[in-house]
């Protein structure tokens, strides 16, 4: 039969499943005693991609670890699939790749793909799996003498080989330039339009942006946003102010309305407004000398980190990670 396009990593899509993927009711979990979530609800429906959003120490992984049935809930109720992540056939059409994984060293990439692929009744054929992640020229290599980026690309592959309904994705791009770093994205969004559902947590924040079209902020093991990219703006309702100026940054750091300034080459200022027809009025009322105004809408990046800012309290709790 000739593939096409897109065929080697559509989903399996079983009858009679649920909307909702996996989901996480009032989930509390704590390490030595600190809270690393607290309270946490969220539902994935089928179909959806959502970015997972926040500073080291937000409670991301622990999440990400709860829904794989890696670890389990201090309180609240965890499920995937409709069943306990715990049960093995929960897990079944899953496909995972977390943030701290490795390969076995002394096997080599296609005998890991294969051993992979063995665990799956209708799994993607490897030599077109190699092909779209570019890794058929190394399939011969042992996966110990593999780049940080080969073996990144590598665990992905694996965690589409069976064809799975949900993706979750920890990280999935450290370690790889850019052009790797896109040619992967590219993969995951025919993923998606075959009707695969994702879940990505990333540092890169255009990466949230171009797999995304839902954004969960969490910090300090809360949910402290929830909506599209676009409503995640809102929310903070942040604008950039840009101009140049012989005067110092820091003058501007006192307005009221300012989330944050920053310098830029050529006396640029930046300042970001939670009112900038405000700012840019107190500019012209304080003759203020300023040349090349620009008043953009802020991107997801500035308005993650004004909402992480608002939504601060203690300090982000230890341990997620390492647990």
């Keep these: 039969m000739t593939s096409t396009p897109g065929s080697a990593i559509r989903p399996a899509s079983p009858a009679g499943t649920s909307d909702v993927l996996a989901a996480a009711r009032n989930v509390t979990k704590s390490y030595a005693g600190r809270n690393a979530l607290n309270g946490v609800s969220l539902d994935l429906r089928a179909g959806e991609a959502l970015g997972l959003l926040g500073p080291n120490g ?3 992984s622990t999440l ?13 109720t965890v499920e995937l699939f409709g069943r306990n992540p715990r049960e093995p056939s929960a897990r079944r059409h899953l496909g995972t790749t ?9 096997l080599r990439v296609r005998e890991t793909v294969d051993f992979v692929a063995s665990h799956y009744e209708h799994p993607v054929p490897r030599a077109r ?3 779209d992640f570019g890794l058929t020229h190394i399939a011969d290599k042992q996966c110990g003498g593999l780049s940080g980026g080969q073996q990144r690309r590598l665990l992905v592959a694996l965690a589409l080989v069976g064809r799975p309904r949900l993706v979750i994705l920890d990280e999935p791009t450290t370690g790889l330039d850019v052009e790797a770093r896109e ?3 590219g993969h995951l969004a025919r993923y998606r339009r075959d009707g695969g559902t994702l879940l990505v947590t990333s540092h890169y924040l255009e990466e949230i942006q171009a797999l995304s079209g839902r954004v969960t902020v969490l910090n300090n ?3 402290v946003a ?7 703006r809102s929310r903070v309702s942040v604008s950039r102010v840009s101009f140049h100026t012989d ?4 003058l501007f750091e006192s307005l009221p309305e300012s989330a944050g300034v920053s310098a830029g080459g050529d006396n640029l200022v930046t300042v970001l407004s939670r009112d900038p027809d405000t700012t840019v009025r107190r500019l012209v009322r304080d003759n203020i000398p300023f040349s090349g105004l620009e008043v953009h809408t802020a991107s997801l990046e500035e308005a993650f980190l004004a909402l992480t800012h608002l939504s601060a309290g203690p300090e982000p709790t230890a341990g997620e990670e390492t647990p």
Excluded: F, H, Y
């Design 64 to 76: 990400l670890n709860l829904l794989c049935g890696i670890r389990t809930p201090d309180a609240g």
């Design 247 to 250: 005067l110092p940054p820091s």
């Design 226 to 232: 929830d909506g599209t990219v676009d409503q995640i």
């Design 183 to 185: 040619t992967l994205w």
């Design 98 to 106: 977390p943030q701290a994984t490795s390969v076995p060293p002394t």
């Design 129 to 131: 799996l190699l092909e």
């Design 221 to 223: 093991g809360k949910v």
């Design 58 to 60: 937000a409670g991301k």
